[in-house]
């Protein structure tokens, strides 16, 4: 990947998951317009390497992760220092040491350079992800726009086209809603005339099947042991509707323009929530803060009940069967607070 040696290079770190590849995706969009002669590279784990050459941001990969969510090495940087390295990572010291070990010319990155230096951008917790790092370009004159986040529908084609997506995965038990409730969800809907298949992630086929037998999916709409992303990107492009927790699969149906009902807990909607556009229900009941990456299901999640979700998904879905999608943005926020 070692580039001409008078091509100068930027790497930016953000080695976290798709949906945070995806919520990046403005920040990347400015980083590339701001420095259309560099080769942009970044250093995320390598099984998103297709999603990240995907949105069309990036010339390369640099292969990086770490347990959890923590910060991974970048000492197999092949060549000389980088010319900007730009922290998306975190706000932490590690990401930004990481970094600094490559010793490049610049570095952008939200925690504090040292005595001396110009104070970085202040960190907000009640900041959406996507402007977070559109304001802290900002700061430092690279102009994003948080709302620039689709990306183009994929050429592979989609092996359920029109269907309903329903999605009982994520990450963490913390943002997973119990599979018999997808399950409900599922049955509804097919018992309306929609076909509905069942995806999930690495290691979720169990999680899978449950919501499928519970809502009378049929084995030929089980999509297991998680989709490539150009599979998956295909599905979710041309899906009539995504039904998911707060991962991925729910970034993915935004970047798409797919209509989707995501459901919240324990981090709300205005954190990470899909656009405010009337394609999108986000269901939310407000509580405690909790642990997005904790071992038990968040109880506010719990308080939503699957009819809501039936409703929320009704209400973008045609009457019909659909043989595609709802077309046309709005203003309307699209939160429902059940």
Known sequence: MTPPPDRPRVLVLRALGLGDLLAGVPALRGIRRAFPAHRVVLALPPALTDAALATGTIDAVLPAEAPGRAV??????????????????????????????????????????????????AWRADEHERARWCRFLAAYGISADPADLRLPPPAEPSPAPGAVVVHPGADAVARRWPAERFGAVARRLRDLGHRVVVTGGPGEDRLVQDAADSGGVPDGDLLTGGLPFGALSALVARAAL?????????????????????????????LW??????????????????????????????????????????????????????????????????
Do not use: C, K, Q
């Open 72 to 121: 991974p090495a970048l000492t197999h940087w092949p060549g000389p220092p980088p010319d900007l390295a730009i922290d998306l990572h975190g706000n932490g010291p590690e990401s930004r040491a990481a970094l600094a070990a490559l010793h490049p010319r610049y570095l952008l990155a939200h925690a504090h350079r040292g005595p001396g230096s110009r104070p970085p951008p």
């Open 242 to 270: 995504v039904v998911s927790g707060d991962t991925g699969i729910a970034h993915l149906a935004a970047a798409h323009g797919t209509p989707s009902v995501t459901l919240f807990g324990p981090v709300p909607p205005a």
């Open 273 to 338: 929530g899909p656009p405010p556009l009337p394609r999108h229900r986000a269901l939310w009941r407000p509580g405690p803060p909790g642990d997005p990456h904790g071992t038990v299901t968040d109880p506010g999640l719990l308080r939503i009940g699957a009819e809501e979700a039936v409703l929320a998904a009704l209400a973008l879905l045609r009457p019909t069967p659909p043989m595609g999608r709802p077309t046309g943005d709005g203003a309307d926020a699209g939160a429902l607070h059940l």
